[in-house]
């Protein structure tokens, strides 16, 4: 029987949500352990004294960052999730990268003019602000429109974690009941739509949104009319 793997993360993150999903597509179970921003558990201090999430444990070994712990599932797990020549599994490095440097910043950046702001102590961004945000984060879906012209998946014929990364970006909007049609790209919209068919994946994105509405909730009680959130 192997080792019981422990997550420390939340759902609403992308990076956790991607090793769920990648979990979950490989039958993968993980134990959960909540990980608050403001009060982190003590055990992940221990494991990792930045308090980062996701960050795992299996017996004596742990190991934070997203794109490292799905690449040691799907090693240790035989997943199946990689390309098996060099040259694929480069590219399969080249998107995990740009899904956690482009396009997670254009993706970051309107999370927090459209919802963040509120519980940074600072006035809502402008609409000006907000429309220069999402003119980056759709420049960044149009490369992945086309990165996925004339194939299937990211690399070829088969889904890899980069696609389930740059999945794990998308649907925080959808998430987030943010703007977002996939049908405005022909590529992106038959590749979003095999995920969000998934019932697996579907199961890790119901517990993301039923934690989004809690904290929207919360947040916006703090937020009085002159749009600057309670200190």
Known sequence: MEPTITIFGVELSPPCRAVWYTAAIGNVELVHVFASVIDKPAELLELNPLGQFPTIKEGDFSLSQGNAICKYLNSTRKLGL????????AKMDQYLDWAITD????????????????????????PEEKTLRWRDLNKQLDYLDGFLDGRQWLTGDEMTLADIRAYAC???????????????????????????????IKGVNDKAVAFFEQLRMQLEERVPADGKAEQ
């Open 103 to 126: 396009f997670g910043r254009a993706m970051g950046s309107v999370l927090g003019a459209e919802f963040f702001w509120k519980a940074s102590g600072i006035p809502e961004p402008t």
């Open 170 to 200: 998308c649907s925080q909007l959808t998430i987030m009941s943010l703007p977002f049609e996939s049908a405005n790209w022909a590529n992106i919209d038959p590749w979003f739509k095999s995920f969000e068919s998934n019932d697996a």
């Open 82 to 89: 990689a390309p098996d020549d060099a040259a694929g599994r």
